[in-house]
Structures are given as C-alpha cells and as structure tokens.
C-alpha cells in the first residue's frame, strides 16, 4: 500500500500588504520624509531680514539701503575671504552666507550663538556702510537693566 501525504490545509491569506516573500509594500516607520521646517537659508534670511529692519528704524540713511544675501562672494581678497560688500554709491549690503555661517568660530555651536554672529555681522557691514562704529549704532539694544 502506497502511503499517500496528506496535505497541509491551506495557509491562512497574508495581509495585502505583504508580498510572496513577506517583504513587499511593508510601511516605513516614519512615514514619508517631510522637508525641514527650516532651513539654513531660512534661518540667515529671517536674522538678517530682523536686524535690517530694526537698522532702517533706527537709521534715517539706512531706509533706503537694500540688505542682500548671496551664497559666496565672487573672489577672495587680500584680507581673506569677505563676509560682507558694502556697495555705497548703489546703496547696497551684500551679505555672504557661507562665509558668515562656515568660517565662524562660535565657541558654542547652537541656534542663539549662530544668529549672535549673523547679527553681528549685519551691523559691521552697516557700521561700516555709515562709517561709524558698529556699537553705536544700536546701543540701547545691548543693554542690560
């Protein structure tokens, strides 16, 4: 007599979800990769655009002065590589992002140290466009009561 195998009862159905090799269309734990909230460049753009706005309230001749931001400069000078122009004569801040964010030595790298040094270099470029020192031109912003 021949033994016959019986056969195994059917597997219960996989969820639609998994293919034949248990791999297919799995969900990602996160799901998907939303963009930043903010980015680097969105961040640059708001501490410059904060500043340049207190500036032009401050200062009657920096009302009409447009603050720019560009990624790099176009070529380095003698003194290295700029974080800023100052363009007078077309009335213009070109402010450097790359400079300003990746050749800073913070001696603590966190979000109010980085806007500190952004900030800081918005009134250089302005002190520097109005001649005068980059202290008096907000002194009742810095101090403490």
Known sequence: MIR???RPAPAAPRPERHGRHGKQGR???VRPPLPPL????DRFDL????VAEFLRGAWPELREVRFEMADMPP???ADGIPRWSVLPDEKRIVLYRLPIERLAHLHRNDDAHRR???ESC???AAAEFLGRDPWDLGPDRFRFL
């Not at 501490?47 to 904060?50: D, F, K, L, Q, R």
Request: glycine share 4%; hydrophobic share 50%.
């Open 27 to 29: 969900s990602a734990v």
């Open 4 to 6: 016959r195998r019986s």
């Open 122 to 124: 918005v009134f250089r």
């Open 116 to 118: 500190m040094m952004i």
């Open 38 to 41: 903010e980015t680097r460049v």
């Open 75 to 77: 070529a380095a000078d």
């Open 47 to 50: 501490a410059v655009g904060s």
